[in-house]
Nanobody, 127 residues
Framework: QAQLVEFGGGLVQAGGSLRLSCVASGRTFGSYTMGWFRQAPGKEREFVAAITGSGGTRHHADSVKGRFTISRDNAKNTVYLQMSSLKPEDTAVYYC????????????????????WGQGTQVTVSS
């Protein structure tokens, strides 16, 4: 089974940028739809962004559209989340996840569609 490890979290001032990386084990990474989710203290986990295996379809949550960009490098088994213009409300633990059986664009934002999860990385944005 694939394993996912996130990197790149940290503390940043409002308006700053961070890039998260998620490295997957296994030889079938290019077939997985990959997603980023986040969970702030006391809140439910929420969808951030997703990208299909070929990279041909990307979907970003309205709350991050224009500020965050998801991308992937299948040769490196890595998915990225470039975050810019960060706000204090972006503070959360960020998780990457893999969906090994893509079932359409409507499924991209559904966390229950993803069957492999990383351990999470903390992003803290100070005001």
């Amino acid at each position: 089974q694939a394993q996912l490890v996130e990197f790149g979290g940290g503390l940043v001032q409002a308006g700053g940028s961070l890039r998260l990386s998620c490295v997957a084990s296994g030889r079938t990474f290019g077939s997985y739809t990959m997603g980023w989710f986040r969970q702030a203290p006391g809140k439910e986990r929420e969808f951030v962004a997703a990208i299909t295996g070929s990279g041909g379809t990307r979907h970003h949550a309205d709350s991050v559209k224009g500020r965050f960009t998801i991308s992937r490098d299948n040769a490196k088994n890595t998915v990225y989340l470039q975050m810019s213009s960060l706000k204090p409300e972006d503070t959360a633990v960020y998780y990457c996840a893999a969906d090994r059986s893509y079932s359409g664009r409507a499924a991209l934002a559904r966390d229950y569609e993803y069957d492999v999860w990383g351990q999470g990385t903390q992003v803290t944005v100070s005001s």
